[in-house]
């Protein structure tokens, strides 16, 4: 058996079927051996949650190595799709010189591009994007999802009304009532608009 790198499920499934099939076929097989090396084999290329799978299946479920293959890819390409959905909401970072305002405005747009989260990935995302070296209101609101950890948007959400307020005031944003009630309505819209999508 030549030397395939093992699938874990972190990796497209499709490439790992494609990179199993040249391996054995490049093998100095007669043409009515490959099929049956394709499918006695393939258990030994997996590792982890795929092995698992793969020892789980029925006895005669599969009779040829493409309902394998279909199966296979089937069942890893959703759990693909959701390592990458957590990947990409956790890119989104605040940067140096931005504001706790601009932040949460940025991460709820690029929240909105992906597709549906679960709510404790969101706040887990957004509190380690959070830069401590940022203005004082990002840092004392990191500290508080940190130090009493925020598992729903809106509890994220309820901390981070009162630090806009410090930091608006630090920045010189309007520090009226009328202002900041503007600003409250502006940052309600946007996660009304967030809930909807």
């Given amino acids: 058996m030549p030397e395939v790198p093992k699938y874990d499920g972190t990796l497209d499934p499709q490439e790992?079927?494609?990179?199993?099939?040249?391996?054995v076929k490049g093998n100095d097989l007669a043409p009515h051996e490959i099929e049956s090396v394709l499918l006695k084999k393939f258990g030994e290329t997996l590792t982890r949650g795929s092995l698992t799978w793969y020892s789980l299946?029925?006895?005669?479920?599969?009779?040829?190595?493409?309902?394998?293959?279909?199966?296979?890819?089937?069942?890893?390409?959703?759990?693909?799709?959701?390592?990458?959905?957590?990947?990409?909401?956790?890119?989104?970072?605040?940067?140096?010189?931005?504001l706790l305002r601009e932040y949460i405005i940025r991460f709820q747009k690029e929240r909105t591009l992906l597709p549906a989260i679960p709510d404790e990935?969101?706040?887990?995302?957004?509190?380690?994007?959070?830069?401590?070296?940022?203005?004082?209101?990002?840092?004392?609101?990191?500290?508080?999802?940190?130090?009493?950890?925020?598992?729903?948007?809106?509890?994220?959400?309820?901390?981070?009304?009162?630090?806009?307020?410090?930091?608006?005031?630090h920045v010189g944003f309007p520090s009226s009532t009328k202002g900041r009630e503007k600003n409250r309505e502006k940052i309600k819209d946007d996660i009304d608009t967030d809930r909807r999508t």
């Fill in 16 to 23: 790992h079927i494609t990179t199993y099939t040249i391996a």
């Fill in 57 to 98: 299946l029925p006895k005669h479920s599969i009779d040829s190595f493409e309902v394998l293959a279909d199966s296979f890819i089937n069942a890893h390409a959703s759990t693909r799709k959701v390592q990458a959905r957590k990947a990409d909401i956790f890119k989104t970072t605040q940067g140096e010189s931005e």
């Fill in 121 to 169: 990935w969101t706040a887990e995302a957004f509190t380690k994007g959070l830069n401590p070296r940022s203005l004082d209101a990002s840092r004392k609101l990191k500290e508080s999802l940190l130090e009493f950890q925020a598992t729903t948007w809106a509890n994220v959400h309820n901390r981070y009304e009162s630090k806009i307020r410090i930091e608006d005031d």
